[in-house]
């Protein structure tokens, strides 16, 4: 699975997934035209983590592009720096400066002719274990004889008793 991470992003979690809701489960074709043209200040941000998500998935996994689209998209939360405001009268407000952590994850498009030829090599394969399985001699007695006696595998059950409510006997 190509991913990407972006860690320490300057803006907050809340402002963040306002963009991630409008790319998941996209392609990434939808995905890369949305993004340049949203009006929000973080969409270049997420825009370039996209595309180093897309890079890994080619470098690392020989995947295309065409094939991909977005599986998870998570924002968490960073560090907050807390700062102070300087209000009227002396006073001093506390300003809670939030960074985010971003994570996309990439995944291939089903396709049928994928699944045909992994079908086909399945079944290939599950041919030769039943080639292998027939070639094997026949199990020990032992579990027939444990089926013979269906009175060794009862078990016994004891009788539960209760205790008055007052607790005491």
Known sequence: MPKA?????????????LIADAIRGKTVDE???ILQFMQ???APTLLKLLKSAIANAGSNHDLRADDLYIAKITIDGGATMKRFMARA???????????????IVLREKFSMAKFAVSAQTA????????????????????????????AAAK?????????????KE
């Open 31 to 33: 995905a890369l035209a």
């Open 89 to 103: 009268r002396g006073r001093a407000c506390r300003i809670r400066k939030r960074t985010s952590h971003a994570k």
């Open 40 to 42: 929000k200040g973080e």
């Open 155 to 167: 078990k016994t059950t004891t009788k539960k008793t209760t205790k008055p409510a007052g607790g």
């Open 123 to 150: 079944e290939a394969g599950a041919k030769k274990t039943v080639k292998k399985a027939a070639s094997k001699p026949a199990a020990s007695s032992k579990p027939a004889a444990k089926a013979a006696n269906p």
């Open 5 to 17: 991470v972006l860690r320490n992003i300057g803006s907050s979690p809340k402002k963040l997934r």
